[in-house]
């Protein structure tokens, strides 16, 4: 009888520690559930899931677009060229003898090579301007033509840019008279006629190649991504920010060449027609080049 | 002027869609552009609840901040509208906001974005009130006949309010002075106690 009465004792503290310990863990269970129910914690996560990592790149490209992008690239075309027409007019356009021996500078490939480049990288720079400045327009069919035009000026120029890049490679490296060259800025801010230190191209000419070869590289792959939203958001937005930085580069460098090309060196826009250069023009220009006559 | 505003009572939606689909019906937008979604957190697991988006007409919204052709505007009401005869398709709004409103449909040149296309608040676009050109590029203005947004106006549990901001406001408020929220909002007893 004792023994029966201590096995009932037993088998009931059983069954009790066994019913409460379920029950506990039963309403730990959904207490755990409601502890992660709280309005601001429920908030906080769907915030996360709806705009993502927002204030991250998204701010920033906001803020940079709204605020920066179109005054710098305003400054840009508008200080640039008054710098150079300042120059202009103190210094004056460099006039070279045109009738005297002439230089075989450019050949025929490397001609052509330059005028698919020169045509696709000018329309590259207006499309792109258009489209910064497109409110000023109106917007509308003409500025979506000029971004139609910007991918297919972008495709066109990714042809010559290589060819240049192995055509030009070797002239290009730089070398150490490239900073006596810097120095004294192309002697661009002398009237005199003394021979700077060039081979057959100088610095500037240099720093414009690898900026157009390099960061024309990294604007057709950011380009790209943003044309097709092929990468996540956070990614097409920090290429959004690298191709306006870098796209102002750019147009300073664009702005330079057409300068120095068109005004500060009367007639040379001919050698990229002709491919000759006259010798005077070599011989204080690019007076380290070695040519035959 | 009274301000609108879009407000998703979490604690009421059951993520039926059934306003992504009054949307996309009532407006003929385009296959792969959604200007209202449905999102759901925890699926499956206690706690789970769904919210409906779409654009927030935020009162100092980053799309028109960035919009390079000003494309984009804002009524006095509020309500961010875009215009698509203006729109480049630049895709600088996607990149700016920050609940994803703006939807691109496929554009015919070289898989170009078309003009960007998203939530109008059901209040059309730049055109003339009810002209087939504002029902064929925006959809159906029904603020301006007067009726709620289709998404708000269908919703089945009253998940999704919309209108005037102080009416939506008051009714939520009034919602959680009965039922609580969040933690205090669960379970059936709360629902069914009156």
């Not at chain 2, 933690?183 to 007893?189: C, D």
Request: net charge positive; with cysteine.
């Amino acid at each position: 009888m004792q023994r029966f009465v201590y096995s009932l004792f037993l088998l009931t503290l059983f069954l009790v520690t066994g019913i409460a310990t379920v029950a506990v863990a039963q309403e730990g269970g959904a207490l755990a559930s409601l502890s992660v129910g709280s309005s601001a914690d429920y908030y906080h996560n769907l915030m996360a899931v709806i705009t993502g990592n927002w204030q991250e790149y998204g701010q920033m490209f906001t803020f940079l677009q709204s605020e920066w992008f179109w005054k710098v690239f305003l400054v840009i075309i508008t200080v640039v060229p008054a710098v150079f027409f300042v120059h202009y007019m103190i210094i004056g356009a460099k006039h070279f003898d045109h009738d005297g021996p002439q230089i075989y500078f450019f050949s025929l490939f490397a001609r052509i090579v330059h005028f698919i480049a020169a045509i696709s990288f000018s329309l590259l720079v207006i499309t792109g301007l258009l489209v910064i400045f497109g409110s000023f327009f109106g917007g509308g069919t003409f500025i979506r033509l000029a971004r139609y035009t910007h991918l297919v000026s972008a495709i066109v120029f990714v042809l010559p840019c290589v060819l240049m890049f192995f055509m030009w490679l070797r002239e290009m490296l730089p070398q150490l008279h490239d900073i006596s060259w810097m120095f004294i800025v192309g002697g661009y801010l002398s009237k005199k006629k003394t021979p700077v230190p060039a081979a057959k191209f100088n610095a500037g000419q240099k720093m414009y190649f690898w900026f157009a070869i390099f960061g024309g590289g990294v604007m057709a792959f950011t380009g790209y991504v943003i044309w097709g939203m092929g990468a996540d958001i956070e990614t097409v937005r920090l290429f959004a920010i690298i191709h306006n930085v870098l796209g102002m580069g750019i147009v300073a460098f664009y702005l330079t060449h057409v300068y120095m090309s068109v005004f500060a060196i009367a007639g040379s826009l001919e050698s990229m027609r002709t491919g000759y250069k006259p010798k005077e023009e070599v011989d204080i220009l690019h007076s380290l080049y070695k040519y035959e006559l | 002027m009274a301000r609108v505003k879009f407000l998703c009572d979490v604690e009421r939606c059951i993520d039926c869609s059934g306003c992504v689909v009054a949307c996309k019906e009532g407006h003929h937008v385009p296959v792969g552009v959604n200007r209202r979604r449905v999102i759901t957190l925890d699926q499956g697991k206690p706690g789970e609840k769904s919210i409906s988006v779409s654009c927030m007409h935020c009162a100092d919204a980053p799309c028109i901040a960035v919009c390079p052709v000003d494309a984009i505007y804002q009524r006095d009401d509020g309500i961010v509208l875009v215009n698509k005869k203006t729109c480049i398709g630049c895709g600088y709004c996607f990149m700016a906001c920050p609940f994803g409103a703006p939807q691109f449909p496929k554009g015919n040149v070289f898989g170009a974005r078309g003009a960007m296309d998203k939530c109008t608040f059901c209040a059309g676009g730049p055109e003339e009130d009810f002209s087939a050109e504002e029902k064929r590029l925006y959809g159906q203005n029904r603020i301006a006949e007067g009726k709620v947004p289709l998404c708000a106006g269908m919703c089945a549990t009253k998940a999704l309010l919309a209108g005037d901001a102080d009416v939506v406001a008051d009714v939520y408020r009034h919602r959680v002075f009965q039922r609580g929220s969040g933690v205090n909002a669960w379970g059936w007893s709360k629902a069914y106690k009156e």
